[in-house]
């Protein structure tokens, strides 16, 4: 399972599996916290959950993120990463996952920003102290599909299909007509989500990536934790002698009985991952032929 994980973060463009992922993490670790000790998953979600109060909020500015990755109750995380999960193979498939995740970060800080703004400066609204939930961000991607293109459809049960620009429109005015209700400050959260997701796409139709900042970010932490090779294999044509080079020519002929002539992208990897691990002088002669016939292929 761990080795499912890493490859599920090492695998390129898998930014919504790698969403869904984090947010379930999250919700068993902190239940697991909460079987052995009550005191303790309320420190931890003091540190995740997004406080209402503006001098709490001042202290802890990194929930207006994290709490959109945090859950408690199982059917609500489980509703949230169905709509992720269907409406953000959309975002990830014609926008990439780069635009995905800054989506739903966007999304997440919008939501709890409203949260927060209403919190205190309407004080006559039935909210709590705090809040959690991937809601807010969710919302911004369902918003954004349906932005993007609103006429493609899904088929629902029982009903058949659907456009998606309806579907949004259904999830806004519930949060909408909810607002009354006890959980004012979650429905705010949805709303601001989705008012980023709709200002998300026509920015972008503009052409402004309103997340681009945080693609900046994200790449430079990425940066951190890449791997550095620990030498450079290049190869140069360079004169020798002729004995030298009939030397070379016999030595040729005996690897190129093992080594392909033409090894594939993954067997490059392989090698170049292993001279980043051990050097170059850890390689075998054919792993060291197949490095060659590579580069006289480039």
């Given amino acids: ?38 005191p303790a998953a309320a420190t931890v979600g003091k540190y995740l959950m997004v406080p209402g109060p503006l001098s709490e909020l001042l202290y802890r500015p990194w929930t207006l993120v994290t709490y959109g990755f945090t859950h408690t109750d199982f ?26 995740i800054s989506l739903y970060v966007l999304g997440a800080i919008a939501g709890s920003l409203a949260y927060v703004l209403i919190y205190n400066f309407y004080p006559g609204a039935k909210m709590g102290w705090s809040m959690l939930g991937a809601s807010g961000a969710v919302y911004a991607v369902v918003v954004g599909a349906a932005t993007l293109m609103p006429n493609y459809s899904f088929h629902l049960f029982f009903i058949g299909p659907v456009r998606i620009k309806y579907i949004a429109a259904v999830f806004v005015l519930v949060s909408l007509f909810s ?30 990536d309103l997340g681009g900042w945080l693609h900046y970010i994200l790449d430079g932490i990425k940066g951190l934790f890449r791997k550095k090779s620990k030498m450079k294999v290049t190869y140069r044509k360079s004169k020798v002698t002729a004995n030298a080079g009939n030397e ?29 691990e051990s050097g170059y002088e850890s390689l075998s002669k054919e792993e060291k032929q197949r490095l060659f016939n590579a580069s006289n292929e480039k």
């Fill in 1 to 38: 399972m761990l080795n499912d994980l890493k490859n599920a973060f090492r695998k390129p463009n898998n930014a919504l599996a790698q969403i869904i992922i984090i947010n379930v993490i999250v919700w068993i670790a902190v239940n697991m916290i909460f079987l052995f000790s009550k």
């Fill in 75 to 100: 059917m609500h995380i489980f509703w949230n990463m169905i709509a992720l999960y269907w409406f953000g193979m959309l975002i990830a498939e014609y926008l990439n996952s780069k635009r995905l």
């Fill in 179 to 208: 607002l009354r209700g006890g959980n004012a400050g979650g429905q705010l959260a949805h709303l601001g989500g989705a008012m980023m997701g709709y200002l998300f796409i026509i920015a972008l139709n503009k052409g402004t």
């Fill in 248 to 276: 070379y020519a016999r030595a040729n002929r005996r690897t190129m009985n093992n080594a392909n002539v033409t090894p594939d992208q993954a067997e490059i990897d392989a090698i170049l991952d292993k001279i980043s």
